[in-house]
């Protein structure tokens, strides 16, 4: 159904929404321009929006686009030809007639309202008994030490273990925290201490966790001892645990409060069907992403959202999260684009809901593909966020690392995992070929934990065949309390062909390597889709400076995959076969028998890489 809206009824009834203030985008500004206007000078016509590629409507959006005009061209043109047609979202408040035509209720940003509480309860309720797939038990271990609620703004730090229900604060510390347990002050903490002597971020996340219910909150900064280095090393390496086995993990997206809000929407006069006046609020449409939130820079964060299996995030709107579902309080629930969130929440389902699979009950070789490449989508995500400290590079993801174990089973490499391991040696930090190095070692040169660049995995396809043999892989874990964190030695000895590089060659081919790997045959559609990934791959990420990247003298090549690459040449009307090999580059270490891993090279058909002989070599 079309309607139509004259100018200045349309505009003459926008009005600032109690929520906060408007804000000028292109949509509001054409707006704007109507009250300025005479009547039936021009108007719009209202479609529903067919979004998505689905052919039915979408109801909770409107597509509006300029139906006919008396305005001059210049100025018609001026004003409304870069944004044709426009998309809105449109709401309307429970109760209001209107919602009767329309679900979709505005984002409820005061996340402090009992409405808002309400709906957290309700979630919590709906997933224990309505999801099969999510975990059940509300009730699991007490982590080493949890902040307890004793009611009248008291809290201590409860050290007797025991079972009970607890929830998890998951947040970015930004600042260093002004109160924080250490080795003077844990005793002290122990006997107790006040509500408001904690930052205003921590007592939201305490509000929350009374408003659910629940006695005992698992915070880091009170949680662990931040001057005990083996505390630390301890307490890090049970992350998986502690955040698996919450009950709800409490996540402050935004790093400010929990509790903020404010929104900008515009509100109009609705005429329902039946002849009632009712209101419809709207805002230029504005899909939600929760790798725009400031959590989702840092790295610390990432396991800790993976990990838990049902998560409340305070962000730009309230957002939960379980193995099952996402849903929002208010908004168009459009999770289309929050692909890697989708992807981890079918591999948490799996991993760590009630079916979960171990080493004990065995898992199918399908689920364990599909786990390892969650692996390395983790990776990929996790290594393109930030730190503050260098050496935090594998402690920040030991978690994850330890649920992975658990489930297969497979020995863990500095984040390259065993039974993968001549695949995993083949991360790339493409298209940077310049590593950005930590100034203190944490990792071997082999693994992407040597080196801040974001890397990927998917550069190995699975008609390639191996030709390198992995001899032995060792890695020693600083502490070992915490065997999935840092480490103070990693090498790896492999058999593979092996040859000396010309510096200017390798130059040469490095700087082809933001190609990705070819397609198997001439198929227009695989083709579109190698270039996509190639200019999405050359987005992702800033280029360094890849000029000031000079190879030294010793550099040599280790090839560890080759590919026979065929496709039918149109112009010469026969096939085409070619053998592309990828490998590593390596240089060799001053005055020893050994290499350290320098780049990598993808899909290289150059003929000079079929010449070569086989050795042994150590890399470091």
Request: proline share 5%; charged share 20%.
């Amino acid at each position: 159904m079309t309607s139509k809206i004259l100018g200045r009824s349309t505009s003459s009834n926008l009005s600032q929404n109690e929520q906060g203030p408007q804000t000028s985008t292109a949509f509001t500004d054409a707006l704007k321009l109507s009250e300025n206007l005479e009547d039936d000078r021009f108007t719009f016509s209202l479609k529903p929006s067919h979004s998505k590629g689905n052919p039915m409507p979408d109801l909770d959006k409107i597509e509006i686009s300029m139906w006919k005009s008396e305005m001059d061209e210049a100025t018609l043109n001026k004003h409304f030809s870069y944004r044709k047609p426009i998309t809105v979202e449109v709401y309307a408040v429970k109760g209001d007639p209107a919602s009767n035509h329309i679900s979709t209720k505005p984002i409820n940003k005061n996340f402090a309202s009992p409405e808002s509480f309400q709906q957290a309860r309700a979630w919590i309720d709906n997933c224990f008994h309505k999801h099969p797939e999510c975990p059940t038990t509300a009730v699991s271990d007490l982590p080493t030490r949890v902040v307890e609620l004793l009611g009248n703004d008291s809290l201590r730090l409860h050290t007797a273990g025991g079972k009970a229900t607890y929830t998890a604060l998951s947040y970015c510390w930004g600042e260093p925290q002004t109160f924080a347990t250490t080795l003077s002050s844990v005793a002290g903490h122990m006997q107790g201490f006040s509500l408001s002597a904690l930052p205003q971020l921590l007592q939201d996340a305490i509000k929350v966790t009374t408003e659910l219910g629940v006695k005992y909150i698992w915070i880091d900064s009170l949680c662990i001892i931040q001057d005990s280095p083996s505390d630390k090393a301890r307490e890090i390496s049970q992350m998986a645990s502690v955040y698996s086995n919450a009950y709800v993990a409490i996540c402050a997206a935004n790093a400010g409060t929990c509790v903020e809000s404010g929104d900008e929407l515009m509100k109009m006069p609705y005429k329902c069907p039946n002849g009632d006046l009712g209101n419809i609020l709207f805002r230029e449409e504005s899909p939600y992403l929760s790798m725009w939130e400031p959590i989702s820079k840092r790295a610390w964060t990432l396991q800790e959202r993976l990990l838990s299996p049902r998560t409340l995030i305070y962000g730009s709107r309230l957002i939960w999260q379980c193995h099952t579902a996402q849903y929002s309080d208010g908004g168009i629930e459009d999770w289309t684009f929050d692909v890697l969130e989708s992807g981890h929440r079918r591999f948490s389902s799996g991993a760590f809901g009630s079916t979960k699979p171990t080493r004990q009950t065995g898992i199918d070789l399908f689920i364990l593909r599909q786990v390892f490449q969650v692996w390395y989508n983790t990776v990929q995500e996790y290594t393109r966020r930030e730190l503050t400290l260098s050496t935090d590079k594998l402690p920040a993801i030991a978690g994850m690392a330890r649920a992975f174990h658990d489930i297969t089973g497979d020995i863990y490499l500095a984040g390259l995992w065993k039974s993968n391991l001549a695949h995993d040696l083949m991360w790339s930090s493409n298209p940077a070929t310049k590593f950005a190095t930590p100034s203190v070692w944490r990792a071997p040169s082999w693994s992407w934990a040597s080196i801040d660049n974001g890397v990927s995995f998917d550069k190995i396809t699975e008609d390639s065949t191996l030709l390198a043999k992995v001899l032995s892989c060792e890695v020693t874990p600083r502490s070992e309390q915490a065997p999935f964190g840092e480490i103070s030695h990693g090498i790896l000895e492999i058999d593979g062909p092996f040859k000396k590089a010309d510096p200017e060659q390798v130059k040469e081919m490095m700087s082809d390597e933001s190609m990705g790997p070819p397609p198997k045959d001439n198929d227009a559609k695989l083709w579109n889709k190698a270039i996509l990934n190639m200019i999405m791959s050359n987005g992702s990420q800033s280029h360094d400076d890849d000029s000031a990247w000079e190879p030294s003298e010793s550099v040599w090549y280790l090839l560890l995959f080759s590919r026979n690459w065929h496709w039918d040449s149109s112009y010469e009307r026969h096939k085409i076969a070619q053998t592309c090999f990828s490998g590593l580059v390596l240089e060799k270490v001053e005055n020893e028998d050994r290499y350290r891993r320098i780049g990598s090279f993808f899909n290289q058909c150059r003929d000079w890489l079929g010449h070569w002989d086989r050795q042994t070599i150590t890399v470091i």
